[in-house]
């Protein structure tokens, strides 16, 4: 009894300290844990590997693309960054055109900092270096003002190049190798939203409604639980949630799309037998594994929480049993 007692004693601080510590040390030293994917993350990474030209074509050539818009600032970073990463990479290994659009101003730096931090990983990794050049295997249509926001999704259902007209490089559409072959909702025809707030909803009754595009959210843990409606009725083909589904799609990219696999449920169930895919594979870039290891972080802490729940829950019983007892 005087542990548990004593337990109710501890100053706080020692317990910040220790929970502190507790989060670091799987940042500082990262370990290989077990990822499960959900369907609604599955639901998207298929999507988009659908996307993906026959062997041969040239990426400019093909006819399919998927648009990114990007609407949040760096407060939600650490749960959408890594998601962004992931599906930037994953269009990438496929030769998949990848458009990015913005209407928040906050949000333009973060789209440059996606496309860049991909595209020096592609040109510098030793095995299958792969140069990304801008408005050909992509185009950032960059910030726009949102006066314009309704009027553009509109428009983009129509004709792209009319609806935007120019690049966040000053570069008019229609000029871009990137757009060849490529006009509305028909060719570009999935949709992701990257948001703290509001998922998707603009995109759904629109796009959606209007022109029948697929549309996915990237959303914060704390914004899913609002989502799932949208899913379950089918307006919403796909969604990663928080940074659980961020190293989701991490693993699935991993797993599938950089060894040049087709997705499999049966591989997923085997594939932390493979060395290849181990967490700790010092040739996969930190930033292709973010998620994983915030998640182990994550996992740590709350493991930490209850723990300390259940201790000041057992020594406050201990202790109201130890008064009455006294008083009798």
């Known amino acids: 009894m005087n542990f548990f007692e004593n337990l109710q004693k501890i100053d706080r601080r020692w317990i910040y300290l220790v929970l502190a510590i507790c989060i670091f040390l799987p940042l500082a030293f990262p370990f290989n844990s077990r990822t499960y994917t959900t369907r609604p993350t599955e639901s998207l990474y298929r999507m988009i590997d659908s996307f993906a030209p026959p062997a041969g074509t040239a990426p400019e050539d093909h006819n399919r693309a998927i648009l990114l818009a990007i609407m949040h600032d760096a407060s939600t970073m650490p749960e959408l960054f890594p998601m962004e990463l992931a599906v930037l990479r994953h269009a990438f290994e496929r030769d998949i055109k990848v458009f990015t659009i913005t209407w928040i101003a906050t949000a333009a730096p973060l789209i440059d900092l996606a496309i860049n931090t991909v595209k020096e990983e592609f040109a510098t990794r030793e ?64 949709v992701i939203e990257f948001t703290g707030s509001a998922p998707g909803g603009t995109w759904i009754t629109y796009a959606r409604s209007r022109f029948g595009t697929n549309v996915a959210v990237g959303v914060t843990a704390v914004s899913a639980a609002d989502v799932y409606p949208q899913l379950q009725t089918g307006q919403l083909i796909g969604m990663l949630a928080g940074l659980k589904g961020a190293s989701e799609y991490e693993k699935l990219v991993e797993v599938f799309a950089a060894t040049g696999r087709e997705f499999s449920r049966e591989v997923l169930r085997t594939e932390m037998d493979d060395p290849r895919f181990a967490l700790t594979n010092e040739s996969i870039p930190y930033n292709f594994k973010q998620a994983r290891i915030g998640m182990n972080a994550q996992s740590v802490a709350h493991i930490l929480i209850i723990v300390f729940i259940l201790l000041g829950n057992i020594g406050y019983f201990v202790q109201k049993y130890r008064l009455k007892k006294e008083a009798q």
Do not use: C
Request: a negative charge.
């Open 127 to 190: 095995h299958n270096p792969k140069q990304l050049v801008s408005g050909v295997h992509y185009i950032n249509f960059g910030y726009k003002i949102p006066a314009l926001y309704l009027a553009m999704i509109l428009g983009m259902g129509e004709d792209i190049t009319n609806a935007i007209e120019i690049d966040a490089e000053g570069r008019q559409l229609s000029s871009l190798a990137a757009m060849n072959n490529i006009r509305n909702y028909n060719e570009m025809n999935l």
